[in-house]
């Protein structure tokens, strides 16, 4: 059974950093994402990595600010230079496939969100 957690979520201010995590299991060599959503928007693809090699790849309006990387069975989100548009619940899901995708429907797999508020 594939489970996956995110946690780091909190309050920060402009301009501050967070990290996020997201602990996975059941799933052999997966392809990790992060996404956010807030109210009434589509969710957003933010960032992936293979953990078959360690490919990434990110959305254009985040690669200069946040970063992705696996590390002690963990797959983690730094976000840096945050502001207020970033605030939103984020998500990591998981692809068996071991693929690279920034496709959502190719993530059969999501935790709970972990919320992150930038204070303006």
């Known amino acids: 059974q594939v489970q996956l957690e995110e946690s780091g979520g909190g309050l920060v201010q402009a301009g501050g950093s967070l990290r996020l995590s997201c602990v996975a299991s059941?799933?052999?060599?997966?392809?990790i994402a992060w996404f956010r959503q807030t109210p009434g928007k589509t969710r957003e693809f933010l960032a992936v990595?293979?953990?078959?090699?360690?490919a990434s790849y990110y959305a254009e309006s985040v690669k200069d600010r946040f970063t992705i990387y696996n590390a002690q069975k963990l797959t983690y989100l730094q976000l840096d230079s945050l502001t207020h548009e970033d605030t939103a619940t984020y998500y990591c899901?998981?692809?068996?496939?071991?693929?690279?995708?920034?496709?959502?429907?190719?993530?059969?797999?999501w935790g709970q969100g972990t919320q992150v508020t930038v204070s303006s």
């Open positions: 990595i293979t953990w078959r090699g360690g």
């Open positions: 059941g799933a052999f060599l997966p392809t």
């Open positions: 899901a998981l692809d068996p496939s071991g693929f690279i995708s920034a496709e959502v429907a190719r993530f059969r797999y």
